[in-house]
Protein backbone atom coordinates (compact mmCIF):
# COMPACT_ATOMS: atom_id res chain seq x y z
CA UNK A 1 0.00 0.00 0.00
CA UNK A 2 2.94 2.31 0.63
CA UNK A 3 3.26 2.79 -3.07
CA UNK A 4 -0.77 3.77 -3.02
CA UNK A 5 -0.11 5.81 -0.29
CA UNK A 6 2.30 7.77 -2.15
CA UNK A 7 0.22 8.32 -5.45
CA UNK A 8 -2.41 9.96 -3.27
CA UNK A 9 0.11 12.26 -1.05
CA UNK A 10 1.77 13.49 -4.01
CA UNK A 11 -1.83 13.90 -5.86
CA UNK A 12 -3.31 15.84 -2.62
CA UNK A 13 -0.03 18.02 -2.71
CA UNK A 14 -0.55 19.25 -6.35
CA UNK A 15 -3.79 20.25 -5.92
CA UNK A 16 -2.44 22.69 -2.85
CA UNK A 17 0.34 23.80 -5.03
CA UNK A 18 -2.18 24.64 -8.20
CA UNK A 19 -3.88 26.83 -5.72
CA UNK A 20 -0.93 28.66 -4.65
CA UNK A 21 -0.32 29.37 -8.32
CA UNK A 22 -3.90 30.16 -9.38
CA UNK A 23 -3.76 32.84 -6.42
CA UNK A 24 -0.92 34.76 -8.73
CA UNK A 25 -3.04 35.42 -11.42
CA UNK A 26 -6.38 35.83 -9.76
CA UNK A 27 -6.02 39.71 -9.16
CA UNK A 28 -9.81 40.72 -10.32
CA UNK A 29 -13.12 40.07 -9.52
CA UNK A 30 -13.48 38.66 -13.24
CA UNK A 31 -10.35 36.18 -12.26
CA UNK A 32 -10.91 34.85 -9.61
CA UNK A 33 -14.97 33.94 -10.02
CA UNK A 34 -14.63 33.02 -14.23
CA UNK A 35 -11.57 32.69 -14.69
CA UNK A 36 -11.32 35.95 -16.56
CA UNK A 37 -13.70 34.57 -18.83
CA UNK A 38 -10.48 33.69 -21.32
CA UNK A 39 -11.05 29.21 -21.20
CA UNK A 40 -10.21 28.08 -24.46
CA UNK A 41 -11.62 24.90 -25.66
CA UNK A 42 -9.84 22.27 -24.33
CA UNK A 43 -9.58 23.45 -20.87
CA UNK A 44 -13.14 24.38 -20.87
CA UNK A 45 -14.53 20.80 -22.25
CA UNK A 46 -12.15 19.92 -19.29
CA UNK A 47 -13.25 21.93 -16.31
CA UNK A 48 -17.04 21.47 -17.23
CA UNK A 49 -17.03 18.06 -17.49
CA UNK A 50 -15.04 17.41 -14.56
CA UNK A 51 -17.31 19.48 -12.13
CA UNK A 52 -20.44 17.29 -13.65
CA UNK A 53 -19.28 14.14 -13.19
CA UNK A 54 -18.60 14.15 -9.56
CA UNK A 55 -18.54 11.30 -6.73
CA UNK A 56 -22.46 10.74 -7.44
CA UNK A 57 -21.33 10.20 -11.05
CA UNK A 58 -18.31 7.57 -10.08
CA UNK A 59 -19.08 6.01 -6.95
CA UNK A 60 -23.35 6.30 -7.26
CA UNK A 61 -22.97 5.27 -10.80
CA UNK A 62 -21.20 2.30 -10.51
CA UNK A 63 -23.27 1.36 -7.16
CA UNK A 64 -26.72 1.83 -9.77
CA UNK A 65 -24.73 -0.54 -12.57
CA UNK A 66 -24.40 -2.93 -9.32
CA UNK A 67 -28.09 -2.97 -8.42
CA UNK A 68 -29.37 -2.58 -11.91
CA UNK A 69 -26.90 -3.38 -14.50
CA UNK A 70 -26.64 -1.35 -17.38
CA UNK A 71 -29.69 0.61 -17.06
CA UNK A 72 -27.82 2.12 -13.99
CA UNK A 73 -26.15 4.30 -16.60
CA UNK A 74 -29.26 6.44 -16.89
CA UNK A 75 -28.38 8.84 -14.00
CA UNK A 76 -25.49 9.79 -15.48
CA UNK A 77 -26.72 9.51 -18.67
CA UNK A 78 -28.93 12.27 -18.12
CA UNK A 79 -26.58 14.55 -16.86
CA UNK A 80 -24.78 14.05 -20.24
CA UNK A 81 -27.88 14.88 -22.07
CA UNK A 82 -28.80 17.77 -19.96
CA UNK A 83 -25.07 19.18 -20.39
CA UNK A 84 -25.47 18.69 -24.56
CA UNK A 85 -28.59 20.46 -24.28
CA UNK A 86 -27.40 23.40 -22.53
CA UNK A 87 -24.91 23.90 -24.85
CA UNK A 88 -26.35 23.27 -28.20
CA UNK A 89 -29.18 25.22 -27.32
CA UNK A 90 -28.38 28.21 -24.20
CA UNK A 91 -24.84 28.25 -23.49
CA UNK A 92 -23.60 30.80 -26.01
CA UNK A 93 -26.38 33.26 -24.89
CA UNK A 94 -25.64 32.65 -21.29
CA UNK A 95 -22.09 33.46 -22.22
CA UNK A 96 -22.92 36.75 -23.94
CA UNK A 97 -24.73 38.11 -20.85
CA UNK A 98 -21.27 38.71 -18.97
CA UNK A 99 -22.87 38.04 -15.64
CA UNK A 100 -21.79 36.44 -12.30
CA UNK A 101 -24.45 34.36 -11.03
CA UNK A 102 -27.82 32.88 -12.58
CA UNK A 103 -29.46 35.18 -10.18
CA UNK A 104 -28.26 38.83 -11.93
CA UNK A 105 -29.64 36.96 -15.14
CA UNK A 106 -33.25 36.74 -13.50
CA UNK A 107 -32.57 40.55 -12.30
CA UNK A 108 -31.67 41.47 -16.01
CA UNK A 109 -34.61 40.05 -17.37
CA UNK A 110 -37.03 41.02 -15.29
CA UNK A 111 -35.43 44.16 -14.17
CA UNK A 112 -34.44 43.80 -10.83
CA UNK A 113 -36.34 42.77 -7.31
CA UNK A 114 -35.76 38.66 -8.34
CA UNK A 115 -32.03 38.15 -7.06
CA UNK A 116 -32.52 37.88 -3.26
CA UNK A 117 -35.33 35.31 -3.20
CA UNK A 118 -33.97 33.17 -6.39
CA UNK A 119 -30.38 33.57 -4.53
CA UNK A 120 -31.61 31.87 -1.41
CA UNK A 121 -32.96 28.95 -3.53
CA UNK A 122 -29.69 28.76 -5.65
CA UNK A 123 -27.20 29.22 -2.12
CA UNK A 124 -29.15 26.08 -0.87
CA UNK A 125 -28.70 24.07 -3.50
CA UNK A 126 -25.21 24.89 -4.32
CA UNK A 127 -24.46 24.48 -0.57
CA UNK A 128 -26.14 20.69 0.00
CA UNK A 129 -24.00 20.01 -3.45
CA UNK A 130 -21.29 21.09 -1.66
CA UNK A 131 -22.53 18.92 1.61
CA UNK A 132 -22.93 15.68 -0.63
CA UNK A 133 -19.39 15.95 -2.23
CA UNK A 134 -17.61 16.15 0.74
CA UNK A 135 -19.51 13.55 2.38
CA UNK A 136 -17.80 11.01 -0.13
CA UNK A 137 -14.21 12.06 1.32
CA UNK A 138 -14.89 9.57 4.40
CA UNK A 139 -15.45 6.66 1.87
CA UNK A 140 -12.14 7.31 0.25
CA UNK A 141 -9.85 7.93 2.67
CA UNK A 142 -11.92 4.49 4.47
CA UNK A 143 -9.93 2.60 1.72
CA UNK A 144 -7.09 4.36 1.98
CA UNK A 145 -5.84 4.58 5.65
CA UNK A 146 -8.85 3.24 7.66
CA UNK A 147 -9.25 6.93 8.45
CA UNK A 148 -12.23 8.45 11.02
CA UNK A 149 -15.39 9.37 9.26
CA UNK A 150 -15.01 12.97 10.78
CA UNK A 151 -11.69 13.37 10.21
CA UNK A 152 -11.45 11.98 6.34
CA UNK A 153 -14.28 15.20 5.95
CA UNK A 154 -12.23 17.60 7.65
CA UNK A 155 -8.94 16.75 5.37
CA UNK A 156 -10.60 16.22 1.92
CA UNK A 157 -12.68 19.32 2.54
CA UNK A 158 -9.47 21.52 4.51
CA UNK A 159 -7.62 20.70 1.07
CA UNK A 160 -10.58 21.90 -1.68
CA UNK A 161 -11.04 24.97 0.80
CA UNK A 162 -7.83 26.12 1.06
CA UNK A 163 -7.05 25.75 -2.97
CA UNK A 164 -10.02 27.48 -3.78
CA UNK A 165 -9.78 29.93 -1.38
CA UNK A 166 -6.81 30.89 -2.34
CA UNK A 167 -6.82 30.82 -6.46
CA UNK A 168 -10.57 31.19 -6.93
CA UNK A 169 -11.47 29.89 -9.96
CA UNK A 170 -8.41 29.84 -11.51
CA UNK A 171 -7.38 27.26 -9.03
CA UNK A 172 -10.19 25.16 -9.78
CA UNK A 173 -9.34 25.72 -13.54
CA UNK A 174 -6.25 24.03 -12.75
CA UNK A 175 -7.36 21.64 -10.79
CA UNK A 176 -9.74 20.16 -12.37
CA UNK A 177 -7.89 19.77 -15.53
CA UNK A 178 -5.60 18.04 -13.82
CA UNK A 179 -8.84 15.57 -12.46
CA UNK A 180 -10.02 15.19 -15.55
CA UNK A 181 -6.42 13.38 -16.68
CA UNK A 182 -6.36 11.77 -13.38
CA UNK A 183 -10.49 10.68 -13.79
CA UNK A 184 -10.18 9.26 -17.81
CA UNK A 185 -6.94 7.28 -17.38
CA UNK A 186 -8.28 5.86 -13.60
CA UNK A 187 -11.85 4.88 -14.76
CA UNK A 188 -11.99 4.37 -18.44
CA UNK A 189 -8.46 3.12 -19.12
CA UNK A 190 -8.17 1.17 -16.19
CA UNK A 191 -10.44 0.23 -13.69
CA UNK A 192 -13.07 -0.57 -16.90
CA UNK A 193 -11.33 -3.08 -18.90
CA UNK A 194 -9.51 -4.71 -15.59
CA UNK A 195 -13.17 -5.29 -13.66
CA UNK A 196 -14.56 -6.64 -17.17
CA UNK A 197 -11.40 -9.30 -17.50
CA UNK A 198 -11.66 -10.01 -13.71
CA UNK A 199 -15.31 -10.76 -14.13
CA UNK A 200 -14.77 -12.93 -17.24
CA UNK A 201 -16.01 -10.83 -19.88
CA UNK A 202 -19.40 -10.38 -21.13
CA UNK A 203 -20.05 -13.82 -22.11
CA UNK A 204 -19.62 -14.46 -18.60
CA UNK A 205 -21.38 -11.49 -17.09
CA UNK A 206 -24.32 -12.36 -19.07
CA UNK A 207 -24.28 -16.19 -17.98
CA UNK A 208 -23.97 -14.97 -14.14
CA UNK A 209 -26.35 -12.74 -14.10
CA UNK A 210 -30.35 -12.09 -14.57
CA UNK A 211 -31.52 -11.10 -17.96
CA UNK A 212 -32.75 -7.68 -16.90
CA UNK A 213 -28.98 -6.38 -16.02
CA UNK A 214 -29.04 -6.10 -19.58
CA UNK A 215 -32.02 -4.27 -20.16
CA UNK A 216 -31.10 -0.80 -20.80
CA UNK A 217 -34.86 0.14 -19.88
CA UNK A 218 -34.42 -2.16 -16.55
CA UNK A 219 -33.84 0.32 -14.14
CA UNK A 220 -37.76 1.47 -15.16
CA UNK A 221 -39.35 3.88 -17.06
CA UNK A 222 -40.74 6.52 -13.99
CA UNK A 223 -37.03 6.84 -12.26
CA UNK A 224 -35.62 7.37 -16.02
CA UNK A 225 -38.74 9.83 -16.25
CA UNK A 226 -37.17 11.25 -12.85
CA UNK A 227 -33.83 11.82 -13.44
CA UNK A 228 -34.41 14.01 -16.79
CA UNK A 229 -36.82 15.86 -14.62
CA UNK A 230 -34.05 16.60 -12.03
CA UNK A 231 -30.46 15.75 -13.51
CA UNK A 232 -31.14 17.10 -17.21
CA UNK A 233 -33.02 20.11 -16.15
CA UNK A 234 -30.98 20.52 -13.23
CA UNK A 235 -27.75 20.87 -15.97
CA UNK A 236 -29.74 23.61 -17.67
CA UNK A 237 -30.11 26.11 -14.92
CA UNK A 238 -27.66 25.05 -11.45
CA UNK A 239 -25.13 28.12 -10.66
CA UNK A 240 -22.26 25.67 -10.79
CA UNK A 241 -22.62 24.86 -14.40
CA UNK A 242 -23.30 28.80 -15.11
CA UNK A 243 -20.43 29.30 -13.58
CA UNK A 244 -18.57 27.58 -15.96
CA UNK A 245 -20.16 28.62 -18.77
CA UNK A 246 -19.30 32.60 -17.34
CA UNK A 247 -15.23 31.29 -18.14
CA UNK A 248 -15.29 30.55 -21.65
CA UNK A 249 -13.80 32.99 -24.19
CA UNK A 250 -16.58 33.23 -26.91
CA UNK A 251 -19.64 31.70 -28.07
CA UNK A 252 -17.74 28.69 -29.85
CA UNK A 253 -15.69 27.96 -27.14
CA UNK A 254 -19.25 27.54 -24.91
CA UNK A 255 -20.92 25.81 -27.46
CA UNK A 256 -18.23 22.90 -28.95
CA UNK A 257 -16.76 22.50 -25.93
CA UNK A 258 -19.90 21.96 -23.82
CA UNK A 259 -20.74 19.83 -25.94
CA UNK A 260 -17.45 17.50 -25.98
CA UNK A 261 -18.02 17.70 -21.87
CA UNK A 262 -21.30 16.03 -22.73
CA UNK A 263 -20.46 13.19 -25.02
CA UNK A 264 -17.65 12.27 -22.76
CA UNK A 265 -20.69 11.81 -19.71
CA UNK A 266 -22.40 9.80 -21.80
CA UNK A 267 -19.02 7.56 -22.61
CA UNK A 268 -18.55 8.04 -18.51
CA UNK A 269 -22.27 6.93 -17.96
CA UNK A 270 -21.98 3.50 -19.13
CA UNK A 271 -18.31 2.76 -18.59
CA UNK A 272 -19.72 3.24 -14.57
CA UNK A 273 -22.66 0.87 -15.02
CA UNK A 274 -20.36 -1.78 -16.97
CA UNK A 275 -18.10 -1.77 -13.83
CA UNK A 276 -20.71 -1.69 -11.71
CA UNK A 277 -21.88 -4.79 -13.04
CA UNK A 278 -18.58 -6.51 -13.41
CA UNK A 279 -18.43 -5.83 -9.33
CA UNK A 280 -21.74 -7.91 -9.43
CA UNK A 281 -20.36 -11.03 -10.75
CA UNK A 282 -17.26 -10.51 -8.90
CA UNK A 283 -18.99 -9.84 -5.40
CA UNK A 284 -22.84 -10.45 -5.27
CA UNK A 285 -23.82 -10.36 -2.01
CA UNK A 286 -22.15 -6.97 -1.07
CA UNK A 287 -24.30 -4.99 2.12
CA UNK A 288 -24.02 -1.67 0.08
CA UNK A 289 -24.31 -0.60 -3.33
CA UNK A 290 -22.44 1.91 -2.98
CA UNK A 291 -19.71 -0.20 -1.95
CA UNK A 292 -19.06 -1.79 -5.07
CA UNK A 293 -16.21 0.85 -6.57
CA UNK A 294 -14.33 0.95 -3.08
CA UNK A 295 -14.59 -2.95 -2.95
CA UNK A 296 -13.74 -3.66 -6.77
CA UNK A 297 -10.50 -0.90 -6.39
CA UNK A 298 -9.41 -2.48 -3.13
CA UNK A 299 -9.53 -6.50 -3.97
CA UNK A 300 -8.86 -6.71 -7.61
CA UNK A 301 -6.55 -3.79 -8.44
CA UNK A 302 -2.62 -4.20 -8.30
CA UNK A 303 -0.22 -1.92 -5.92
CA UNK A 304 -0.07 1.62 -7.87
CA UNK A 305 -3.32 1.50 -10.13
CA UNK A 306 -4.84 0.89 -7.18
CA UNK A 307 -3.42 3.92 -5.96
CA UNK A 308 -4.27 5.62 -9.58
CA UNK A 309 -7.94 4.66 -9.33
CA UNK A 310 -8.50 5.94 -6.04
CA UNK A 311 -7.34 9.52 -7.06
CA UNK A 312 -9.68 9.39 -9.77
CA UNK A 313 -12.16 8.99 -7.08
CA UNK A 314 -10.81 11.61 -5.07
CA UNK A 315 -10.60 13.92 -8.05
CA UNK A 316 -14.16 13.24 -9.13
CA UNK A 317 -15.17 14.24 -5.28
CA UNK A 318 -12.78 17.54 -5.60
CA UNK A 319 -13.69 18.39 -9.13
CA UNK A 320 -17.73 19.09 -8.24
CA UNK A 321 -16.95 20.19 -4.25
CA UNK A 322 -14.98 23.01 -5.41
CA UNK A 323 -17.07 23.87 -8.05
CA UNK A 324 -19.91 23.73 -5.91
CA UNK A 325 -18.35 26.03 -2.95
CA UNK A 326 -17.17 28.57 -5.52
CA UNK A 327 -20.67 28.93 -6.75
CA UNK A 328 -22.17 28.32 -3.38
CA UNK A 329 -20.07 31.48 -2.04
CA UNK A 330 -20.18 33.52 -5.02
CA UNK A 331 -24.37 33.57 -4.54
CA UNK A 332 -24.30 34.01 -0.37
CA UNK A 333 -21.85 36.93 -1.41
CA UNK A 334 -22.97 38.67 -4.68
CA UNK A 335 -26.44 37.80 -4.93
CA UNK A 336 -28.05 37.66 -1.19
CA UNK A 337 -24.97 39.45 1.32
CA UNK A 338 -23.93 42.36 -1.09
CA UNK A 339 -27.99 43.09 -1.95
CA UNK A 340 -28.84 43.13 1.96
CA UNK A 341 -26.99 45.29 2.98
CA UNK A 342 -26.43 47.38 0.14
CA UNK A 343 -22.67 47.89 -0.26
CA UNK A 344 -22.03 46.59 -3.90
CA UNK A 345 -21.41 49.91 -5.48
CA UNK A 346 -20.16 49.99 -9.66
CA UNK A 347 -16.88 50.90 -10.02
CA UNK A 348 -15.86 49.39 -6.79
CA UNK A 349 -12.14 48.56 -6.11
CA UNK A 350 -11.66 44.57 -7.75
CA UNK A 351 -8.86 44.19 -4.52
CA UNK A 352 -11.71 44.74 -2.12
CA UNK A 353 -13.88 42.59 -4.44
CA UNK A 354 -11.53 39.63 -4.59
CA UNK A 355 -10.95 39.86 -0.70
CA UNK A 356 -14.54 39.31 -0.27
CA UNK A 357 -15.38 36.68 -2.40
CA UNK A 358 -11.63 34.39 -1.03
CA UNK A 359 -13.35 35.36 2.52
CA UNK A 360 -16.62 34.07 1.70
CA UNK A 361 -15.25 30.48 0.14
CA UNK A 362 -13.65 30.39 3.62
CA UNK A 363 -16.87 30.63 5.70
CA UNK A 364 -18.62 28.42 3.21
CA UNK A 365 -15.98 26.18 2.88
CA UNK A 366 -16.14 25.79 7.09
CA UNK A 367 -20.36 25.91 6.70
CA UNK A 368 -20.25 22.68 3.99
CA UNK A 369 -17.18 21.01 6.45
CA UNK A 370 -19.55 20.41 9.75
CA UNK A 371 -22.97 19.81 7.91
CA UNK A 372 -21.06 17.10 6.11
CA UNK A 373 -20.01 16.29 9.54
CA UNK A 374 -23.38 16.27 10.77
CA UNK A 375 -25.49 14.74 7.87
CA UNK A 376 -24.93 10.80 6.79
CA UNK A 377 -27.31 10.51 4.24
CA UNK A 378 -26.08 11.67 0.94
CA UNK A 379 -29.00 10.76 -1.81
CA UNK A 380 -31.33 12.24 0.44
CA UNK A 381 -29.35 15.78 0.65
CA UNK A 382 -28.69 15.58 -3.01
CA UNK A 383 -32.28 15.11 -3.73
CA UNK A 384 -33.04 17.76 -1.24
CA UNK A 385 -30.63 20.16 -3.16
CA UNK A 386 -31.99 19.16 -6.82
CA UNK A 387 -35.47 18.81 -5.94
CA UNK A 388 -35.51 22.78 -4.35
CA UNK A 389 -33.32 23.93 -7.98
CA UNK A 390 -35.63 22.36 -10.24
CA UNK A 391 -39.24 23.18 -8.87
CA UNK A 392 -38.65 26.77 -7.37
CA UNK A 393 -35.74 27.92 -10.19
CA UNK A 394 -36.55 26.00 -13.62
CA UNK A 395 -39.95 27.95 -14.99
CA UNK A 396 -38.39 31.38 -14.00
CA UNK A 397 -35.00 31.14 -15.67
CA UNK A 398 -36.04 29.04 -18.75
CA UNK A 399 -39.25 30.92 -19.13
CA UNK A 400 -36.96 34.57 -18.96
CA UNK A 401 -35.18 33.22 -21.93
CA UNK A 402 -37.90 31.88 -23.99
CA UNK A 403 -40.70 33.63 -23.07
CA UNK A 404 -41.14 37.52 -23.72
CA UNK A 405 -44.74 37.84 -21.41
CA UNK A 406 -42.95 36.77 -18.56
CA UNK A 407 -43.03 39.46 -15.79
CA UNK A 408 -40.66 40.22 -12.69
CA UNK A 409 -44.12 39.09 -10.19
CA UNK A 410 -44.31 35.77 -12.25
CA UNK A 411 -40.65 35.31 -12.01
CA UNK A 412 -41.03 35.82 -7.68
CA UNK A 413 -44.28 33.94 -7.81
CA UNK A 414 -42.59 30.69 -9.49
CA UNK A 415 -39.88 30.86 -7.37
CA UNK A 416 -41.90 31.01 -4.21
CA UNK A 417 -44.94 29.01 -4.62
CA UNK A 418 -42.41 26.16 -6.27
CA UNK A 419 -40.26 25.89 -3.71
CA UNK A 420 -42.59 26.11 -0.75
CA UNK A 421 -44.49 23.35 -2.46
CA UNK A 422 -41.09 20.95 -2.89
CA UNK A 423 -40.73 21.34 0.82
CA UNK A 424 -44.31 20.68 1.87
CA UNK A 425 -44.45 17.70 -0.54
CA UNK A 426 -40.81 16.61 0.39
CA UNK A 427 -42.59 16.55 4.23
CA UNK A 428 -45.67 14.62 3.47
CA UNK A 429 -44.77 12.49 0.95
CA UNK A 430 -41.08 11.63 1.93
CA UNK A 431 -37.88 13.21 0.50
CA UNK A 432 -37.09 10.38 -2.14
CA UNK A 433 -40.55 10.52 -3.73
CA UNK A 434 -40.93 11.40 -7.08
CA UNK A 435 -44.05 13.57 -6.68
CA UNK A 436 -42.64 16.98 -4.90
CA UNK A 437 -40.60 17.60 -8.42
CA UNK A 438 -43.65 16.63 -10.21
CA UNK A 439 -46.17 18.34 -8.42
CA UNK A 440 -43.49 21.61 -7.50
CA UNK A 441 -42.69 21.78 -10.96
CA UNK A 442 -46.24 22.56 -11.87
CA UNK A 443 -46.90 24.85 -9.31
CA UNK A 444 -44.30 26.90 -10.10
CA UNK A 445 -45.01 26.85 -13.50
CA UNK A 446 -49.05 27.44 -13.20
CA UNK A 447 -47.71 30.37 -10.60
CA UNK A 448 -46.03 31.72 -13.45
CA UNK A 449 -48.16 31.99 -16.50
CA UNK A 450 -50.90 33.17 -14.20
CA UNK A 451 -49.22 36.02 -12.21
CA UNK A 452 -47.35 37.05 -15.84
CA UNK A 453 -50.30 37.26 -17.72
CA UNK A 454 -52.42 39.10 -14.40
CA UNK A 455 -49.41 41.87 -14.20
CA UNK A 456 -48.25 44.40 -16.75
CA UNK A 457 -45.57 43.40 -19.14
CA UNK A 458 -42.02 43.73 -18.48
CA UNK A 459 -41.07 47.61 -19.49
CA UNK A 460 -39.46 47.76 -23.10
CA UNK A 461 -36.37 49.50 -22.26
CA UNK A 462 -35.89 46.40 -19.69
CA UNK A 463 -36.55 44.16 -22.49
CA UNK A 464 -33.63 46.19 -24.80
CA UNK A 465 -31.12 46.27 -22.37
CA UNK A 466 -31.85 42.07 -21.90
CA UNK A 467 -31.80 41.85 -25.86
CA UNK A 468 -28.52 43.74 -26.33
CA UNK A 469 -26.82 41.60 -23.80
CA UNK A 470 -28.14 38.59 -25.29
CA UNK A 471 -26.36 39.75 -28.82
CA UNK A 472 -23.63 40.48 -27.20
CA UNK A 473 -23.56 44.26 -27.41
CA UNK A 474 -23.40 45.39 -23.98
CA UNK A 475 -20.33 45.28 -21.81
CA UNK A 476 -19.90 43.79 -18.89
CA UNK A 477 -22.54 44.11 -16.04
CA UNK A 478 -21.46 46.07 -13.18
CA UNK A 479 -22.21 44.62 -10.20
CA UNK A 480 -24.99 46.49 -8.94
CA UNK A 481 -28.14 44.60 -10.24
CA UNK A 482 -30.39 46.54 -12.74
CA UNK A 483 -33.25 48.74 -10.80
CA UNK A 484 -36.60 48.22 -11.63
CA UNK A 485 -38.12 51.04 -13.72
CA UNK A 486 -40.48 53.38 -11.51
Known sequence: MAVDYTVIVVYLAGMLAMGWWGMRRAKSKSEFLVAGRRLGPAMYS?????????????????????????????????????????????????????????????DLRYGGRAGVISGVVMWA???????????AYATIFDVLFDMNRTLAIVLGGSIVVAYSTLGGMWSITLTDMVQFVVKTIGVLLLLLPIAVVKAGGFSEMRAKLPTSYFDPLGIGGETIFTY???????????????????????DR?????????????????????VIGTAAKVLYPKLASPDDAFATIVKDELPIGVRGLVLAAALAAVMSTSSGALIACATVANNDIWS????????GGEEHDEVKGNRVFILIMGIAVIGTAIALNNVVEALTVAYNLLVGGLLVPILGGLLWKRGTVQG?????????????????????????????GLLASLAAYLAVSLATRPTDERVLAVWRDRLAGKSPELPSEPVPAPQ
Open 228 to 250: VLIYTFGMLIGQDIWQRVFTARD
Open 125 to 135: YTLMLAVTSTI
Open 339 to 346: RLRGIVRP
Open 46 to 106: GTMAAIVLGGASTIGGVGLGYKYGLSGAWMVFTIGLGLLALSVFFSARIARLKVYTVSEML
Open 253 to 273: TAKWGGTASGTYCLVYAVAGS
Open 411 to 439: ALAAVIVGGLAVIGLMAGYGILANEPVYY
